[in-house]
Structures are given as structure tokens and as C-alpha cells.
């Protein structure tokens, strides 16, 4: 299983917000630039996160995103559904897909990939972007901080 490189972007944005206490939306533009993301990437993953009521976008000047809950409340669970949907390591576990498979109903390995599934739905529930942002501070603290990236102009 690989986590999808739409995950993976959304999660980064969602630190940068995560990371502004101003309480003002930041542009998108600041977000890519900062995370070396498309802003029309990013842009389409923040759409699917709103949808999900994960951020709130404002329009117009001094427009961008904010998150619309606290990092506390917002897990690597709920960004990979909102981008993904459920999680199903195998085919035979995905709900109501059962025609897959037609040892479905007494298939012992299905039984352990059930309890991996479980475990993996579980870690990405526990694990909230208030977890991530103190982990990176502490990654800062030992390794020294990232030099701040400067938005690219266009000629």
C-alpha cells in the first residue's frame, strides 16, 4: 500500500495552515511555494478539503484558506478519506464489494487483513496535525530549521 501523492500534498497544506496563527486565510500561492506544490494541484486538493469541511476558502483580496477546525481535531484519517475515500488494503475489504471474491465468507487471510486494515485506520486516527506540528518543532530543535522559500515570480 503507498499513500497517494494527493495525501501526501494535502498533509503539507494542512501543516501550513496549521502552522499560521493569525487567524487570517493564507493564499494559496504561499502554501505552494512553501511546499513546492502546483498551486492548481493544490488547488483541487483543497476544493475536495472543503468539501469535506476541513478548511474554508475566502475569495477575492486577502482571500486563501484557513483551517475550519483546530489541528487538534483534524487527523491523517480525515484527509486521506476526504481525498480517498475508506481505506481497503485488499479488494475484499472494501464495503459492499463483496462479489470480489468468492471465498470471501471463509477466507482465514481475510480475517488478518482485516485486523492490519484496522491498525492502520486506527494510527491515522490518533495521529492529529497538533501531533505533527510539535514533532516538526521538535525535528527543528535538533536539525535547525528549513530556509525560508521565497515565492517565484513569473516573467
Not at 483551517?67 to 475489504?93: Q, V
Amino acid at each position: 500500500m503507498r499513500i497517494s501523492t494527493k495525501v501526501r500534498y494535502a498533509s503539507r497544506a494542512i501543516i501550513e495552515l496549521a502552522k499560521s496563527d493569525s487567524g487570517k486565510p493564507i493564499a494559496i500561492q504561499w502554501i505552494a511555494s512553501q511546499q513546492e506544490i502546483s498551486p492548481s494541484y493544490l488547488e483541487q486538493l483543497l476544493a475536495k478539503l472543503q468539501h469535506a469541511g476541513i478548511v474554508h476558502s475566502f475569495k477575492g483580496p486577502g482571500g486563501g484558506y484557513i483551517l475550519a477546525k483546530s489541528p487538534e481535531e483534524i487527523s491523517l484519517y480525515d484527509i486521506f478519506t476526504a481525498l480517498e475515500g475508506k481505506i481497503a488494503i485488499m479488494k475484499c475489504l472494501i464495503p459492499d464489494d463483496k462479489k470480489y471474491c468468492n471465498r470471501i465468507e471463509y477466507c482465514i487471510m481475510r480475517v488478518f487483513w482485516e485486523k492490519f486494515q484496522n491498525a492502520i485506520e486506527q494510527h491515522l486516527r490518533q495521529v492529529t496535525f497538533a501531533d505533527i506540528i510539535e514533532e516538526e518543532k521538535k525535528l527543528f530543535s535538533e536539525h535547525g530549521s528549513p530556509k525560508p522559500r521565497k515565492l517565484k515570480r513569473r516573467k
